[in-house]
DNA sequence: TTAAACTAGTTAGCATGCTAAGTAACTAGG
DNA sequence: CCTAGTTACTTAGCATGCTAACTAGTTTAA
């Protein structure tokens, strides 16, 4: 295990700023290599989240799944649906929600996509190990929790 | 040192997004408790990474100091400019290239901003050894590097 | 049963990142 | 010394996040 105190200073800087920083990278990584299918990084992320939440998905549980608000997803459905990768049906129990479905384009599209996220994971995960990759992740449920927190704090505090 | 396998799963569903999510709410709860000051996300990272590189630092070593291109950066500095927290003086050694200094008002407000700062990146990183902060931030270093390279491979593809 | 409160989704408009393309100043080669 | 290329910065306009405020169904409670 390779630990440089080094590295803990750079984080520091700007508190967050690092996280960033690598976010859009990994993003643009990914964002890049899905380009020939066309996909912006709002849409490659949305498809992925609906394969896992299964079709039949509402928008509130999406943006729930995705960590957005509702008005960012809304932008991301309607581009979806546009390129006729996904459709919305209204909800028979619940007319206010709408579920969502792949066409069969869009499943096409996602296994497409799978193949081609594998294969960028692989190399953005280079190097580190399974231990590191939970440490990693365990920190930023971790911080996730304090951040919410402290926004409560002073939220509350005005 | 606690590592629960669910979480590098959570990490894994969209790659990255677990990232930006936290990168948002960690830079919102500074935004939150910075905000009797007047700041924004990107006026107080600016501020703090010019304290760091020192006055006089010109828009080009900033931008690259935070991550970010020349015009993002712009914006920023125009607003800065405007609330008197900065000012900029043409280099006399090149006239392209303006540096950045902190007016009187600048400084009181960045010594203000980093008090805040101090508190809130404690609690940030509360429950979170030093050990693991390093861990966090050398893999953030390490996935900036592969994401580096796997945007050129991807990039010089096509 | 009907008015009040809640919830799903949308629209409008802001903040911050980006790329592409323009301007002005500097540098280098003929 | 002048043209060609480079560099520092700006402008314009896109992508994606957000909050505030709206519409339209659903639920609750008097």
Redesign the interface.
């Known amino acids: 295990?390779?630990?440089?105190?080094p590295?803990?200073e750079?984080?520091?800087?700007?508190?967050?700023?690092?996280?960033?920083?690598?976010?859009r990278?990994?993003?643009?990584?990914?964002t890049?290599?899905v380009?020939p299918l066309g996909l912006t990084q709002s849409r490659w992320?949305a498809m992925?989240?609906i394969h896992?939440l299964k079709q039949g998905v509402t928008q509130q549980e999406l943006a729930s799944s995705?960590?957005i608000e509702m008005p960012s997803l809304t932008r991301t459905i309607k581009q979806l649906e546009q390129q006729a990768i996904i459709v919305r049906r209204i909800d028979s129990d619940d007319k206010r929600s709408r579920k969502i479905y792949f066409t069969e384009q869009g499943l096409l599209l996602l296994d497409a996509l799978r193949d081609i996220?594998a294969e960028?994971?692989t190399?953005?995960?280079?190097?580190?190990t399974?231990?590191?990759?939970?440490?990693?992740?365990?920190?930023?449920?971790?911080?996730?929790a304090?951040?919410?927190?402290?926004?409560s704090?002073?939220?509350g505090e005005q």
Do not use: W
Not at 130 to 144: F, H, I, P
Not at 146 to 151: E, F, G, H, S
């Open positions: 295990m390779i630990s440089s105190p590295f803990h750079t984080l520091d800087l700007s508190l967050c700023g690092s996280m960033g920083r690598v976010f990278l990994c993003r643009d990584a990914v890049l290599a380009e992320t992925i989240h896992h995705l960590g996220m960028v994971k190399q953005l995960y280079a190097e580190l399974t231990q590191q990759l939970d440490t990693m992740a365990y920190g930023l449920v971790q911080m996730e304090n951040a919410r927190r402290c926004i704090h002073f939220s």
